[in-house]
């Protein structure tokens, strides 16, 4: 298991984590690695996709950046208030707008834990989505 920075003060952003984090604040909708790349060449045109995927890495284990399995894509984290121990967030995808929102609840993940306490598991990570429609896009 990767070891998770225990703060935001502790993560180090170098000019090219910046440059990807920038990437991903400027857009509300996931985006793949490759879309990022497309973007990121503007500013940096001798990027790779290798050097793309570490930093994304980084930026996930970081809990600055969420992985959205289904999508294959990344977010930005809209809070920097998970703790060192778990990074969990409720995410829903607009199938209308593909934008993404980003909630937390604690009661929600209160039962989680509780239920992974009475199975004996461990959870690092919770990231659920959900896919809807946004409140824009359900008054059209």
Do not use: W
């Amino acid at each position: 298991m990767k070891k998770q920075p225990s703060s935001l003060e502790q993560v180090k952003i170098t000019p090219l984590r910046q440059d990807i984090l920038n990437v991903l604040q400027a857009s509300k909708k996931p985006l793949g690695a490759y879309d990022i790349l497309g973007k990121l060449k503007k500013k940096r045109p001798n990027a790779e996709p290798p050097t793309v995927y570490r930093v994304l890495d980084f930026l996930v284990d970081a809990k600055l950046v969420h992985r959205i399995e289904s999508q294959n894509a990344y977010v930005c984290c809209s809070s920097h208030t998970h703790d060192s121990i778990s990074h969990q967030a409720l995410l829903l995808s607009c199938q209308n707008c593909k934008n993404s929102f980003e909630f937390e609840d604690k009661n929600i993940f209160a039962s989680i834990a509780k239920f992974s306490k009475n199975f004996g598991l461990t959870i690092d990570d919770a990231l659920i989505e959900m896919k809807g429609l946004c409140q824009n896009c359900s008054r059209k």
